[in-house]
């Protein structure tokens, strides 16, 4: 009530005094020598929970660490992509863990490395910032990467394309009139017309034999 603390009370005595007030007794640390209960709107109290979790959880990515792997010889159309999928992981307030790892007679040159380490410092600068100098331990040089804060940090450029791909999309032709639906092909087809029955005459043949052609007419 109102944060005042009641002081220790019996069971009874508390559950009355919740009733009083239109509210409900409620436990919050069981494991405490006497427990320790709250009189408030349980309702309310339950909101105010999953309010306080939904904010803790927008702070979880930023505990979340994504690995790049990186190679003396990477290709730049390789270095491009690896580049931009760390811009996805930082610009969604994740640390990137990057490896640069040597292999054989790549160790006799690990200046190699450092400038590629180097190149993709500069590229993901706007989007966050090393937490240390890049280190060469054993075989590999790694660098961990951490988030600028949002009103420091560029957006996403692959949003930003995707945006701008979806807004300048051709409208269909067509679009928002009032057309008649098109024909398919069973409206396509004209219907086959009847040809007129032939008459047949009925009457026996000359011959007495009963012929379907012999009083056949043809018009």
Do not use: W
């Amino acid at each position: 009530m109102d944060d005042k603390q009641l002081g220790v009370m019996p069971l009874t005595d508390a559950i009355n005094l919740a009733r009083q007030h239109g509210v409900d007794l409620v436990e919050i640390a069981a494991s405490a020598v006497p427990p320790v209960c709250r009189v408030v709107d349980f309702g309310k109290y339950r909101y105010e929970l999953a309010k306080k979790e939904k904010e803790s959880k927008k702070h979880q990515h930023a505990s979340t660490v994504k690995e790049v792997q990186l190679s003396p010889r990477i290709d730049p159309h390789d270095l491009g992509i690896k580049t931009a999928h760390a811009i996805d992981f930082l610009c969604e307030d994740m640390k990137v863990k990057v490896a640069l790892k040597f292999r054989g007679r790549e160790m006799a040159h690990t200046e190699v490395g450092f400038q590629v380490i180097t190149k993709f410092i500069e590229l993901i600068a706007p989007f966050g910032h090393p937490d240390f100098a890049p280190k060469l331990v054993g075989r590999a040089i790694n660098l961990m990467i951490s988030p600028l804060p949002r009103n420091k940090r560029a957006k996403n450029p692959r949003v930003i394309e995707e945006a701008g791909a979806s807004a300048n999309a051709p409208a269909k032709p067509g679009a928002g009139k009032n057309h008649p639906p098109e024909k398919t092909e069973a409206h396509k087809l004209e219907p086959v017309s009847q040809k007129p029955k032939v008459p047949v005459a009925e009457t026996p043949a000359a011959d007495g034999l009963n012929s379907a052609f012999a009083n056949l007419e043809i018009k």
